[in-house]
Nanobody
Framework: LVQLAESGGGSVQAGGSLRLSCAAS????????MAWFRQAPGNESEGVAA????????VYADSVKGRFTISQNNAKNTMYLQMNDLKPEDTAMYYC???????????????RGQGTQVTVSS
């Protein structure tokens, strides 16, 4: 069973940076997509960024374009989200997700981690 473990969340002031990591294990297929979703209390889950592990193509939500960068380390089966110029509205629980067939920012990925909290103060 695929296991996902996020790390790197924390509290920062507006304008600061954080780097989230997601380590995937028990993945026995070579083509799949990984994504970051976030959810703030009272809000719907929002797709933030996604990457196709096969061709490294990426997609971002408009709200984070130019500030967030998603990347991968194939050798370590790890995905990253570099978040710069953070804003208070970025405050949320961030979840890593993986799916063998689904890609992009829509919900419904088969596998999801436990999440890591990101809090941005003004």
């Amino acid at each position: 069973l695929v296991q996902l473990a996020e790390s790197g969340g924390g509290s920062v002031q507006a304008g600061g940076s954080l780097r989230l990591s997601c380590a995937a294990s028990e993945v026995y297929f070579s083509r799949f997509c990984m994504a970051w979703f976030r959810q703030a209390p009272g809000n719907e889950s929002e797709g933030v960024a996604a990457i196709d592990i096969g061709d490294s193509s990426t997609v971002y939500a408009d709200s984070v374009k130019g500030r967030f960068t998603i990347s991968q380390n194939n050798a370590k089966n790890t995905m990253y989200l570099q978040m710069n110029d953070l804003k208070p509205e970025d405050t949320a629980m961030y979840y890593c997700a993986l799916d063998r067939w689904r890609c992009g920012l829509q919900p419904g990925y088969n596998h999801r981690g436990q999440g890591t909290q990101v809090t941005v103060s003004s």
